[in-house]
């Protein structure tokens, strides 16, 4: 069954295919991930010279075709292209891992909106924070959370303590989460850290754009979400685009 859909999209990424056209990865709100082949996107004169980039977000209109692994676009506008603050490295960093994240954890066509909007509020977002980091880690923790993975962080695994007001360990494989009197093996959170993924749990990165990690917290955070990503993402690595801000630092 075939026929023709329309949905919002942010281009995850692109390649050149052909001499003249473009395959796209996109997230959509109601598609979920999806492949986008633009015929003649390469020539200046195409409606889609240009719109294609990485990171634009988009309303497009494709011919869906189920069981085709490549849908062919037909429209695409309302085009909004991410534009860091002062051409800011760590910003357009930050907004390439998110991107990348996204692009590896989303693997299928299967979506409740809930991924896309979470993408949306991220990138949108970035132009007003104070601190990148903080928005990438909102991202990862509220994709986890939307994926069912990330560890309940209200009570302790064990004595059932609640855990409010009070330093944490957490348990990549297992899911456990303990309280410090009960010293299940982990990954170590201060009090401060695990307010902080509260916080972006239950909100996202719209509500911490006022937010700035110091060195050690954002160490702290960043390690015990890479480890659940490693854990629980199949072919998950590090993005490249943390790797250069690495390089830099």
């Given at each position: 069954m075939?026929?023709i859909?329309?949905?919002r999209a942010?281009?995850l990424?692109?390649?050149?295919?052909?001499?003249?056209?473009?395959?796209?990865?996109?997230?959509?709100k109601?598609h979920?991930?999806?492949s986008?082949?633009?015929?003649?996107?390469r020539?200046p004169?195409?409606?889609?010279?240009g719109?294609?980039?990485?990171?634009?977000?988009?309303?497009?209109l494709f011919?869906?075709?189920e069981q085709?692994?490549?849908?062919?676009?037909?429209?695409?506008g309302g085009?909004?292209a991410f534009?860091p603050?002062?051409?800011?490295?760590?910003?357009?960093?930050?907004?390439?891992?998110g991107?990348e994240v996204?692009d590896?954890?989303?693997v299928?066509?299967?979506t409740?909106?809930?991924?896309?909007d979470?993408?949306?509020?991220?990138?949108?977002?970035?132009?007003?924070?104070v601190?990148p980091w903080?928005?990438f880690?909102?991202?990862?923790a509220?994709m986890?959370?939307l994926g069912g993975v990330?560890?309940?962080?209200?009570e302790?695994s064990?004595?059932k303590k609640?855990?409010?007001?009070?330093g944490?360990?957490?348990n990549?494989?297992?899911?456990?989460?303990?309280?410090v009197g009960?010293?299940?093996?982990?990954?170590?959170?201060?009090c401060?850290?695990?307010e902080l993924?509260?916080e972006m749990?239950?909100?996202?990165?719209?509500?911490?754009?006022?937010?700035?990690?110091?060195?050690?917290i954002?160490?702290?955070?960043?390690?015990?979400?890479h480890?659940?990503?490693?854990?629980?993402?199949?072919g998950?690595r590090?993005?490249?685009?943390?790797?250069?801000?690495?390089?830099?630092?």
């Amino acid at each position: 069954m075939s026929g023709i859909s329309r949905d919002r999209a942010v281009i995850l990424r692109s390649f050149d295919y052909s001499e003249s056209s473009i395959i796209a990865a996109a997230l959509t709100k109601r598609h979920g991930k999806i492949s986008l082949l633009a015929k003649g996107a390469r020539k200046p004169g195409s409606q889609f010279y240009g719109s294609l980039r990485t990171g634009n977000t988009a309303e497009i209109l494709f011919y869906e075709k189920e069981q085709r692994s490549l849908q062919l676009l037909k429209e695409i506008g309302g085009i909004h292209a991410f534009d860091p603050k002062s051409g800011c490295l760590e910003n357009i960093c930050i907004f390439q891992a998110g991107l990348e994240v996204v692009d590896r954890a989303v693997v299928d066509a299967g979506t409740d909106g809930g991924m896309f909007d979470l993408l949306e509020e991220f990138i949108l977002s970035l132009d007003r924070c104070v601190d990148p980091w903080t928005l990438f880690f909102a991202l990862e923790a509220r994709m986890l959370d939307l994926g069912g993975v990330f560890p309940a962080i209200d009570e302790c695994s064990k004595c059932k303590k609640g855990l409010a007001g009070s330093g944490i360990t957490i348990n990549p494989s297992s899911g456990y989460v303990t309280c410090v009197g009960c010293g299940e093996g982990g990954i170590s959170l201060s009090c401060r850290s695990s307010e902080l993924l509260r916080e972006m749990i239950e909100g996202g990165p719209g509500d911490m754009t006022e937010t700035k990690l110091d060195r050690e917290i954002r160490q702290e955070i960043g390690r015990v979400l890479h480890r659940l990503f490693t854990f629980h993402i199949e072919g998950y690595r590090l993005p490249n685009a943390l790797k250069i801000l690495k390089g830099v630092e």
